[in-house]
């Protein structure tokens, strides 16, 4: 039996609470980011959104946009991946390891947001005030969505407080079991579905949201054949399983 000095056992106490702190304050970034996103996409309240006036030529636009979005895709699969993760975490300790890819994905969303060129063109906009409301109404369903999809899988797993409360605690850390609750019952990812209803569903659609709504819906499309590959590895036959019984985004369709 190892006895710990109390110089020892002090250090490691500081280790879990800054080590909490640290992923309070990520969650805290990340939260806001998400409401900021929401704003973003939707034109509401925020100093600058999707289709704020645009300010430089409309090619170079173009490609500040699909940069920056592809920026964000990049770092969000490339810090996904399982053989990341091994390496990473011979840097930072395992308990941060879900806390500082959060962080970064926020900073990348909030560099987007900032760096974000709007276009200028109106591809359609509908004038029915009900079509309208309807459409602002699917906007709200598809966040409200996205939301709720994380806490059925366990958000502050997912979010990484789990994780440093584990190691506040002095607990040791077991990954969440392969569940399927509510809506995972028909679609292998509610969460992205609700990505897709916020992006697409706008009464207005401007060439700069098109742009968004489209590279994000090719990201989507390829990020889940990533995570699906890392899930048959996590959880085996038991995914493989789900992955051929439930469709992947739209419910009851034939596989």
Not at 165 to 191: A, D, I, M, Q, S
Not at 201 to 227: C, D, G, K, P
Request: proline share 5%; hydrophobic share 45%.
């Amino acid at each position: 039996m190892v006895t710990q000095t109390p110089e020892t056992a002090a250090q490691n106490k500081w280790s879990r609470v800054s080590a909490f702190i640290y992923g309070l304050v990520c969650y805290v970034i990340f939260f806001a980011t998400f409401l900021y996103a929401i704003g973003f996409v939707g034109n509401l309240v925020v100093p600058k959104s999707i289709d704020s006036a645009p300010i430089i030529p409309l090619g170079q636009a173009l490609l500040v946009n699909i940069g920056l979005l592809g920026l964000f895709g990049l770092q969000h699969s490339g810090m996904a991946r399982q053989e990341f993760k091994a390496r990473w975490t011979q840097i930072i300790p395992k308990s941060i390891e879900r806390s500082t890819y959060v962080l970064f994905s926020s900073l990348c969303l909030l560099t987007l947001f900032y760096f974000w060129q709007p276009l200028g063109i109106t591809i359609w906009n509908v004038e029915n005030p009900l079509i309208r409301q309807l459409l602002y109404g699917l906007f709200g369903v598809g966040w409200l969505t996205v939301l709720i999809s994380t806490f059925l899988i366990n958000h502050f797993d997912l979010f990484g407080l789990r994780q440093v409360y584990c190691y506040l605690r002095n607990k040791e850390y077991t990954p969440p079991k392969f569940v399927t609750p509510g809506p995972y019952k028909y679609v292998r990812h509610p969460l992205y579905v609700g990505f897709l209803i916020a992006f697409w569903a706008t009464a207005t659609m401007t060439a700069a949201h098109l742009v968004f709504a489209i590279v994000t819906t090719l990201y989507i499309l390829t990020a889940i054949q990533l995570e699906e590959r890392d899930l048959v590895r996590i959880h085996g036959q038991d995914y493989a399983d789900y992955r051929h019984q439930v469709p992947m985004l739209i419910p009851f369709s034939r596989r």
